[in-house]
């Protein structure tokens, strides 16, 4: 990436982040969640899907469910995995 791309990038993120604020859309957890693609240390929910969902992605659903925005996606996946 050179050094142009990476200000157009960064001026972009400003941008966002900006707009996110004064709207109140989107809180602090949810905008790191986003930017960090929901990094998981440590995950003790079982899988319900190891044939076709990795464990890290499923350690992400389960991160995810804890920001208040998105509360009860692992439940809701869990229940509905099958359907």
Known sequence: MTLCNASKYFKKHLNLKTSFD???NLDE???Q???TGG???ENR???PAPEW???KSWAEIVRCSDLSAFGGLK???EQNVRA
Do not use: I, M, P, Y
């Open 22 to 24: 004064r709207s109140g």
């Open 53 to 55: 969902l990795t464990e």
């Open 39 to 41: 990094v998981a240390l």
């Open 45 to 47: 929910h079982r899988n």
């Open 33 to 35: 969640f986003l930017l």
């Open 29 to 31: 957890q949810e905008w």
């Open 75 to 77: 439940k809701d996946f």
